[in-house]
């Protein structure tokens, strides 16, 4: 019998929580309506590592074991999944490679939702889609929260004063067609942006400037217009190593889009930057661009998501490695030769 598969300490952050305890009955059956029902067998593969997500699972009865394989290195269980855990988002929302594969640990029963099908309900389904997108992407968001938290080792964060307020002013006409190259606004035509202007703020920053979000006065979703903001440790003593800079079209606060408290965060500014400010009304259930604003945040939180786990990786391998040296260095011992 095969060696069980080592669980890695990632399992404390992935899958992000229950989708099903999320969404109201009606919208729960909505979203079964669109999938179809998968019976797995002890053993079975359900999805391989690195292959295309074109659908994403919700785990209906059974568990499934949340396996990475990484070059040079023992599998590693991440995490077992149970019944109302969501699976698959992240391949779904940001069109990348399966970041692990799935394989059922016991006799399971899956449901399957297409990536058409989810894209049909969450863009043009109405009140129910725009309910079933927010709550994805507030998964997304609890993973990422979990995962910057489990990289830098944080345990309780001393409190943070809200940010002081922005010079923000009315937006020029041109930006709207500066607009058309963002994902975010991809689709809308040039109209639709002209009569969203009034919504937005704008707001200039100099290359090195230190800001923190949300603002104490205007909470609102900020996204980045031109430059680039890099997240910055509490004390302002440095970058946070393992969370991505966010570049034109991120969002660096988006807690009113999804309804939740907003966490203060400090920000460096890395380069000239131009931030734009949308009033949350935008993201409102009855707005004609709540759909594809709230399905390019959750597209953009699985983006930073990815990201921040492969920088997380990154610098978790690399401490792994200089550990010994480090501890022979101490004992007077010089370091092990390079494999060849």
């Known amino acids: ?10 399992g404390r952050i992935l899958p992000g929580g229950n989708l099903l305890d999320k969404l109201r009955a009606d919208d729960r059956a909505r979203l079964f309506e669109l999938g179809r029902q998968r ?15 074109d659908c994403l699972f919700v785990v209906e009865e059974g568990e499934l074991a949340v396996v990475r394989a990484l070059p040079g290195d023992e599998e590693q269980v991440l995490i077992t999944a149970r019944p109302g855990m969501l699976l698959g988002e992240l391949a779904v929302l940001d069109g990348g490679a399966r970041a692990a594969s799935l394989r059922a640990v016991r006799r399971s029963v899956l449901r399957v939702i297409g990536l058409g099908a989810f894209e049909a309900l969450t ?60 994902p975010a606004f991809a689709g809308l035509h040039q109209a639709d ?28 979703i900020v996204m980045v217009l031109r430059g680039a903001l890099s997240p910055w440790l509490d004390d302002g003593s440095g970058p946070e190593a393992t969370m991505p800079a966010i570049g034109p079209g991120g969002f ?21 930057t131009r931030l734009m400010r ?18 390019a945040l959750s597209r953009d939180l699985a983006l ?35 494999a060849t």
């Open 1 to 10: 019998m095969a060696a069980p598969a080592r669980v890695s300490e990632e």
């Open 123 to 182: 863009l043009y389904g109405g009140e129910a889609g725009h309910r079933i997108l927010r709550a994805v992407a507030t998964l997304v968001h609890e993973r990422l929260e979990a995962t910057r938290r489990v990289a830098a080792c944080q345990g309780a964060r001393a409190p943070l004063a809200a940010g002081a307020a922005l010079g923000w002013s009315a937006p020029p006409a041109q930006v709207a067609g500066v607009l058309t190259v963002l």
């Open 193 to 220: 942006l002209e009569s969203m202007l009034p919504a937005l703020g704008v707001v200039a920053l100099e290359r090195g400037s230190d800001l923190v979000l949300p603002e104490v006065q205007s909470p609102g």
């Open 278 to 295: 949308l009033a949350p009304s935008l993201f409102e259930v009855n707005e004609p661009w709540s759909a594809p604003l709230l399905y």
């Open 252 to 272: 660096v606060d988006y807690a009113a889009a999804l309804g939740i408290a907003s966490e203060p965060r400090r920000w460096r500014v890395r380069s000239p």
């Open 304 to 338: 930073t998501l990815r990201r921040t786990t492969g920088l997380a990786m990154h610098f978790g391998m690399a401490w792994a490695r200089e550990a010994p040296a480090r501890a022979g260095a101490k004992r007077g011992l010089a370091p092990a030769p390079a």
């Open 39 to 53: 019976v797995v067998e002890e053993g079975e593969e359900v999805v391989r590592q690195g292959t295309v997500g």
